[in-house]
């Protein structure tokens, strides 16, 4: 379960759990507890007794959950109390790829499937009700399970769309990012701006016609609440077949959304053809050297690419946390960990000169990533001369935020004289990053850092330095 | 009895029954039938006509 917005040593409810008035999340040292009123309580009851329920947690595609008895924070007697399995770090839709995305659209859509053989459903179907640990989706929003009523639509139809199907589109259909659309709505994107951006010449589109183009008609024609369109639609005959008919050609259509990119800026950086092999290995080393000194809970990998180091540092970590600006390298690893079953590494589609804000209500509901995940370790391998001299960040700001993330740092720091650095500097004007160079950046990070160890690698244009907070 | 608490909106609610197929599209057609038969016995200005709705579908 989610285990954002609450001190570990101050019980409280989450701030990004009140959408759903029938239940609360809070946490407890590090326990994640849930409460739910009475009707929601007699929903769980029988979404417990499901036989769907029960080989869902057993396969691990709902999160660990169990009845437990305990006060709840604000003294409110709640009719049940579950404790959920934590999930080590929270992502959001907006730090997912395109897989990811994929895989847990489907997730939700397959367990909604099961359900509703056992007359249960959903009653929402946001994005946020999935995490991810490793390469794997979790469902964590239990409640959201109710008993099916004779003749009810699928609740969750809208916000599926908004927060999964439309996203999944605007990249196989248009090879649009979601993420930045995602991280501009906690609601997502609704089915006229699907409309806007999916129409035109090319507007076949598997799914276009019903999910977005009749969607938005209809969402203009018919406004307005929809508790006299569930009786309307059950005096038209609507009924359980037609439930489930929808829910197996969504999944058709989900499990056959293609992203058809092949290249992007660094789709080729995993071949690092700029590391002469050996300096490559000695980095792999002096990386291995440093997260084997002791097990750390969270490691964060700035800039990860292909994973190579985040693998070396997951074996000595329960979570290392891959980012990557680019979702096209992001996905790759993702189906890379996903498809050789790697655990305890999480992919996450993270621009570290623009990293996540919070989003959603008061702008505390989905925190920023620094709330939700607090690094032990940091590795900054060849990024600091990107977020230098692409991005313009000072490099001593950029050494001043590894600070305030409170863990060691491993920094390489490309020299003055490194060819990518020279590319980089090429593109701008003269003189604008003069500041640029090993001996500036070296003393600045022993202004804020025990240097605990220093490698320069043999080609002669690469350093590392291992970095202690004092 | 509604269960969820969200609202999809109608308009959701109505085209989550088209994608299911001819069925549900049978059923999306008699409730957005019923629904126009309300507006004009509110007398609704802007309410839509049949012809309004075949003419999108047929579009």
Excluded at chain 1, 296 to 309: C, H, Y
Aim: hydrophobic content about 40%.
């Amino acid at each position: 379960m989610t285990s954002t917005g609450s001190s570990p040593a101050d019980p409280k409810y989450d701030r990004g759990s009140f959408r759903d008035p029938s239940s609360r999340v809070w946490r407890d040292g590090t326990r994640i507890l849930r409460g739910l009123d009475e009707a929601a309580a007699a929903d769980f009851a029988r979404t417990e007794a499901a036989a769907f329920f029960a080989a869902a947690i057993e396969a691990g595609t709902i999160v660990g959950t169990r009845r437990v008895d305990e006060p709840s924070p604000d003294g409110r007697a709640w009719a049940a109390v579950l404790e959920h399995d934590t999930v080590p770090v929270v992502t959001y839709p907006h730090e997912w790829s395109f897989s990811m995305l994929q895989d847990a659209a489907l997730l939700t859509l397959r367990l909604v499937r099961s359900a509703i053989d056992d007359d249960i459903t959903t009653k929402d179907a946001t994005a946020y009700n999935v995490q991810f640990v490793g390469a794997r989706p979790v469902f964590i929003d239990v409640p959201s399970f109710e008993p099916y009523r004779d003749g009810e639509a699928w609740w969750g139809y809208r916000q599926f769309c908004q927060l999964f199907l439309f996203p999944l589109m605007f990249t196989a259909y248009k090879d649009l990012p979601h993420q930045p659309w995602m991280r501009g709505s906690v609601d997502g994107i609704t089915p006229e701006h699907a409309r806007r951006v999916l129409e035109g010449r090319r507007s076949g589109h598997k799914g276009f016609l019903f999910h977005v183009w009749l969607h938005a008609k209809a969402d203009r024609r018919f406004t307005g609440g929809s508790a006299d369109t569930v009786d309307e639609m059950k005096s038209a005959g609507y009924k359980k077949e037609i439930f489930i008919a929808t829910l197996d050609r969504l999944i058709a259509l989900v499990e056959g959304l293609e992203w058809g990119r092949s290249e992007s800026t660094w789709g080729d950086y995993s071949q690092r053809g700029h590391y002469e092999s050996k300096e490559l290995l000695l980095k792999g080393d002096f990386v291995r050297k440093i997260a084997s000194q002791r097990y750390r809970s969270q490691v964060w990998d700035v800039g990860a690419n292909d994973g190579m180091f985040s693998r070396i540092a997951a074996a000595h970590a329960d979570t290392v946390l891959a980012m990557d600006a680019d979702d096209l390298v992001v996905d790759r690893l993702y189906r890379e960990l996903r498809d050789d079953g790697t655990e305890g590494i999480v992919p996450m589609v993270m621009n570290f000169a623009d990293p996540t804000p919070g989003i959603g209500w008061a702008g505390t509901e989905r925190p920023p990533l620094h709330e939700r995940s607090s690094p032990d370790l940091i590795l900054a391998l060849a990024v600091i001369h990107h977020l230098a001299l692409t991005h313009n960040v000072p490099t001593a700001a950029i050494l001043d935020h590894f600070v305030a993330l409170g863990g060691e740092v491993v920094l390489e720091i490309p020299t003055e004289n490194d060819p990518m650095v020279k590319t980089l500097l090429s593109h701008k004007r003269a003189g604008t990053h003069d500041a640029y160079t090993l001996d500036s950046i070296e003393a600045q990070a022993a202004d804020r850092f025990t240097v605990a160890e220093r490698l320069a690698l043999p080609g002669g244009t690469r350093v590392l330095l291992h970095l202690v907070p004092h | 009895m509604l269960s969820g608490y969200l609202d999809p909106a109608s308009g959701s609610a109505i085209i989550s029954g088209v994608a299911a197929g001819a069925a549900g599209a049978v059923v999306a057609a008699k409730t957005m039938m019923t629904k126009m038969r309300l507006r004009k016995r509110d007398d609704a200005p802007d309410a839509p006509t049949t012809s309004d709705i075949v003419d999108e579908s047929l579009q």
